[in-house]
């Protein structure tokens, strides 16, 4: 009697290691998609902070007395190459050289082409960009 006692005993565990195989088989890609996901969301919050930043740095440059577009441009190009992106678009309105008068309000668009800057995982963003505006008064 004893020992078929302990045969049902692993007859039973074995049938639970099997629930187990079958719970992690349906929860794990669910746990995957939620991380890949997770992952793809964070790189997308990076770009987009990657893009106020550099746009609020190259409308600092483009509003200080004496400061041009080309300095400008070269201030967004330099943030956003220390944080490993290179396909940007950069737009100062109006266009600014060292005559553009103190009070005139500039504009810099800074938009961050997200299929050419993304991670080999995309769910989420699927050719579109990320675009930050900072508006300042040249001083």
Same mark, same amino acid.
Request: hydrophobic residues 35%; without cysteine.
């Given at each position: 009697m004893r020992h078929r006692r302990v045969l049902k005993f692993n007859a039973? %565990?074995?049938?639970? &290691?099997g629930g187990a195989m079958v719970e992690f088989a349906v929860f794990l890609p669910l746990v995957l998609s939620l991380l890949l996901m997770s992952i793809e969301a964070a790189n997308g919050i990076y770009m987009r902070q990657a893009a106020t930043t550099a746009a609020y740095e190259g +409308?600092?440059?483009?509003? +200080?007395? /004496? #400061?041009?577009? +080309?300095? +400008?441009? =070269? &201030?967004?190009?330099? !943030? =956003? %190459?220390? &944080? #490993?992106?290179?396909?940007y678009d950069v737009d100062?309105?109006?266009? !600014?050289?060292?005559?553009? =008068? &103190? /009070?005139t309000e500039i504009s810099m668009r800074v938009r961050v082409i997200e299929k050419d800057n993304r991670l080999p995982i995309n769910f989420l963003f699927k050719g579109g960009y990320f675009e930050s505006t900072i508006r300042m008064i040249r001083l």
């Open positions: 039973q %565990n074995h049938s639970r &290691r +409308a600092r440059v483009a509003t +200080a007395s /004496g #400061g041009t577009q +080309a300095s +400008a441009e =070269l &201030r967004v190009k330099e !943030i =956003l %190459n220390a &944080r #490993g992106i290179t396909k100062v309105t109006p266009a !600014i050289n060292s005559s553009t =008068l &103190r /009070g």
